[in-house]
Each structure stands twice: as structure tokens, then as C-alpha cells.
């Protein structure tokens, strides 16, 4: 089992700046390939970036490339996401999400088996 628990959420101006931090436990940190999700009200949860920690790699949503980045601290076994230039569209609650199999770095919802708790994102314009 992975525990992931997300912190950081809170209400930014549109074109600010916000960091999410995402705590994993429970498996090597290494083996990890590690996500983040966004559902607004009434939509989908929607697949943001992901990167496997292991090799360095990373996979982007269009709609936050060049603005949204991922990183992770191996030592404190955390993962941050960093969100730049932010709009509106981009209130939601932020899921963070975790797989411990395959070699892929998957874009779909049923790929990942852990989840966070999620955290609220509000941007005002």
C-alpha cells in the first residue's frame, strides 16, 4: 500500500504562482510513478503530469505545458507540483496519485491504484 497525503491548496490570483506538495509512504519512493490529477466541479478528473521517479521522466497534459511543473525531493520522499501563470480554468481540487508497476508512464485514471485526499485550487480572475 501507498499512503499519498497533499498539502498547498489555497486561492491564488489568476496569473500567481501556487506549489502543491504531496507526501508518499508505504513503498520505495524509487519504484514510484507518481501523478497529478484535477477534477473541477462537475467534470472529470483530469490527468495533469506524471513522472516516474526512478528515471527522471516526466509526461505533461497540453493545458499546463510550459506553466505547470513536477518535481520530487527522493530524500523526503515528496513530490511537488509547481503551477505558474495560473487561470481560472485551472480551479479544481488537485489529486495526488501513485503506481508501484509497470514501466510506463501512464496518462488514464485507472492506471494509477493510490490517491490522495485532494486539495482546492482556486484561481480568481
Known amino acids: 500500500q501507498v499512503q499519498l497525503v497533499e498539502s498547498g491548496g489555497g486561492l491564488v490570483q489568476a496569473g500567481g504562482s501556487l506549489r502543491l506538495s504531496c507526501e508518499a509512504s508505504?513503498?520505495?519512493?524509487?519504484?514510484?510513478?507518481l501523478a497529478w490529477f484535477r477534477q473541477a466541479p462537475g467534470k472529470e478528473r483530469d490527468f495533469v503530469l506524471a513522472t516516474r521517479v526512478s528515471v527522471d521522466s516526466t509526461t505533461y497534459a497540453d493545458s499546463v505545458k510550459g506553466r505547470f511543473t513536477i518535481s520530487t525531493d527522493n530524500a523526503r520522499n515528496m513530490v511537488y507540483l509547481q503551477m505558474n501563470s495560473l487561470k481560472s480554468e485551472d480551479t479544481a481540487v488537485y489529486y495526488c496519485?501513485?503506481?508501484?508497476?509497470?514501466?510506463?508512464?501512464?496518462?488514464?485514471?485507472?492506471?494509477?491504484?493510490?490517491w490522495g485526499q485532494g486539495t482546492q485550487v482556486t484561481v480568481s480572475s
Open positions: 496519485a501513485a503506481r508501484d508497476r509497470g514501466v510506463l508512464i501512464p496518462t488514464t485514471r485507472t492506471a494509477y491504484d493510490y
Open positions: 508505504g513503498r520505495t519512493f524509487s519504484a514510484l510513478t
